[in-house]
């Protein structure tokens, strides 16, 4: 695609339940990233894959959060048992090795908002 | 731990002012620095890294070493430039980037 894209641009879910989000990077890109905005603060990252494997998850915050990218191409974050503090909006880039230099692209999020 | 501070949550200056957002980070080794910016309703989008030792919309920002810093700035203000402006850090070249808080810059008219 041209861009990244991130599907819903919203979501609101009750506390407790699952929720996934998706992202499609640019195609041939091979690095993908995922970050969390929470409000007034800068991106923080969670986790970033170079094809289907994840190179670095140190920042996923705790076990309820988890990502898979089985094909190299689309990714999906998922987290479960939700909690209010889970409100943020989440982003997701993309960059074609890896090689930050050149800066991400970035999509325009997906904002969850836990009730 | 690699930190960037962004001391300035909002910036107000008038049209054809100049600018200077203020970014200082914390790092042992040699950092590689960025500029985001995110205009309202648009995706966050580089503005510029050190590396390249570019001016984007008459924008240049310098790696001080010294000082830690890599402060943006801008001699002629303009009411386009009103966005979020964030300043990253990264560790190595596919590693995560590490975002400051973010600086609203507001150009009054």
């Known amino acids: 695609g041209a861009g990244v894209s991130q599907t819903p641009s919203n979501k609101v879910t009750e506390k407790g339940k699952y929720v996934e989000l998706r992202c499609d990077p640019i195609?041939?890109?091979?690095?993908l990233y995922w970050y969390r905005q929470s409000l007034g603060q800068g991106p923080e990252f969670l986790i970033y894959?170079?094809?289907?494997?994840?190179?670095?998850d140190s920042g996923l915050p705790n076990d309820r959060f988890f990502a898979v990218r089985p094909e190299g191409s689309v990714s999906t974050l998922k987290i479960q048992r939700t909690e209010r503090g889970d409100s943020a909006v989440y982003l997701c880039?993309?960059?074609?090795?890896?090689?930050?230099?050149?800066?991400?692209?970035f999509g325009s999020g997906t904002r969850l908002t836990v009730v | 731990a690699q930190r960037v501070t962004q001391p300035e949550k909002l910036l107000s200056v008038f049209k054809g002012a100049p600018v200077e957002l203020k970014c200082n980070y914390s790092?042992?080794?040699?950092?590689?620095l960025f500029w985001y910016v995110q205009y309202s309703r648009q995706r966050l989008q580089l503005l510029l890294r050190?590396?390249s030792r570019e001016s984007i919309k008459g924008f240049t920002a310098d790696l001080n070493k010294g000082e830690t810093s890599f402060h943006l700035k801008k001699p002629f203000a303009q009411e386009e430039d009103s966005a979020m402006y964030y300043c990253?850090?990264?560790?190595?070249?596919?590693?995560?980037?590490?975002f400051g808080q973010g600086t609203e810059l507001s150009v009054k008219p």
């Open positions: 880039a993309s960059s074609l090795t890896g090689t930050v230099n050149y800066g991400y692209t």
């Open positions: 894959f170079q094809g289907t494997g994840a190179a670095d």
């Open positions: 195609s041939g890109h091979t690095a």
């Open positions: 790092y042992s080794g040699s950092p590689e």
């Open positions: 990253a850090l990264v560790r190595n070249q596919g590693g995560k980037l590490i």
């Open positions: 050190h590396i």
